[in-house]
């Protein structure tokens, strides 16, 4: 399939933020709630992983999206008038971070419905995509996402491509994802184990091999990062390496994912 990319691009290429702070601990149970040196970790990604990111993306004038959790925006009531400020898009990530394959129907239910409301209250009210937790989407949520209108997922991995994921006769608009091209495997490291704390030149060097081969099948690539572990200065540095090695070249458009979702509905969903 041609994506016909806008303006003749050859290529588009998506950058991508999980902003879960004290969120994305709480949501794994309430012992974390006593655990102050790792909740203090979540908030570094808001307080001086997010400002350095917003500088970094403004002065490469390049849009991208931040899933947000509904907690994160009640607890740091700044963080998504500021992203929308800079023109980036606001989606919608849980509100307590819960998995939603650990959760109970009705905790999925109240996750989304919590989240957009927290959202809304934040100034973000045309939220239209969603990103599940952990990257586990279950058939409660799946059907919840439909109902509730969203336009499109970030969660799965069917293919490498905007495509339509299917679940029981319904489908939604996928721009996929994978653990490679995130950030959290090779850095998401604490006291419990986690990531490798890994080389920073090893991310771009993969990121780069992954822009090369999506421009070479002139297709869509999502690139997911979170403030707290890319926010690390000399990790942001390699960050900064792929944006110049992608901005000398005239042919690639940088694209939020609503942008995206926009632009290849028409040509999935006829």
Not at 58 to 75: K, L
Not at 129 to 149: A, I, K, N, Q, V
Not at 169 to 198: C, K, Q, T
Not at 212 to 236: D, K, N
């Amino acid at each position: 399939m041609s994506w016909d990319w806008p303006d003749g691009k050859k290529v588009a290429v998506s950058f991508t933020f999980d902003v879960d702070a004290e969120a994305g601990w709480l949501g794994e149970g309430d012992s974390y709630a006593r655990r102050l040196t790792i909740l203090s970790e979540g908030r570094y990604g808001v307080v001086r992983g997010t400002p350095r990111i917003l500088a970094l993306f403004e002065r490469y004038g390049i849009p991208c999206t931040f899933f947000v959790p509904g907690y994160t925006a009640e607890q740091h009531p700044g963080l998504v008038p500021a992203l929308l400020e800079h023109g980036h898009e606001v989606a919608h990530h849980g509100y307590l971070h819960l998995r939603s394959d650990k959760a109970t129907p009705s905790d999925q239910e109240a996750e989304i419905d919590r989240g957009l409301d927290a959202l809304a209250k934040a100034g973000a009210t045309d939220v239209t995509g969603y990103r599940s937790t952990s990257w586990e989407l279950t058939p409660e949520t799946f059907d919840l996402l439909l109902d509730r209108g969203f336009g499109y997922d970030s969660s799965c991995m069917g293919d490498d491509r905007p495509y339509l994921e299917e679940w029981g006769g319904r489908r939604i608009l996928e721009l996929p994802v994978h653990w490679s091209l995130d950030d959290w495997p090779r850095f998401g490291w604490n006291i419990d184990g986690g990531g490798n704390v890994a080389d920073p030149a090893e991310l771009r060097k993969c990121w780069s091999a992954e822009f090369t081969s999506a421009l070479a099948e002139q297709r869509h690539t999502t690139y997911t990062m979170h403030p707290e572990v890319i926010g690390r200065p000399y990790r942001l540095a390699e960050v900064e390496a792929l944006l110049a090695e992608m901005t000398a070249r005239d042919d690639v458009w940088f694209a939020r994912l609503d942008q995206v979702a926009a632009h290849v509905r028409p040509k999935l969903i006829p």
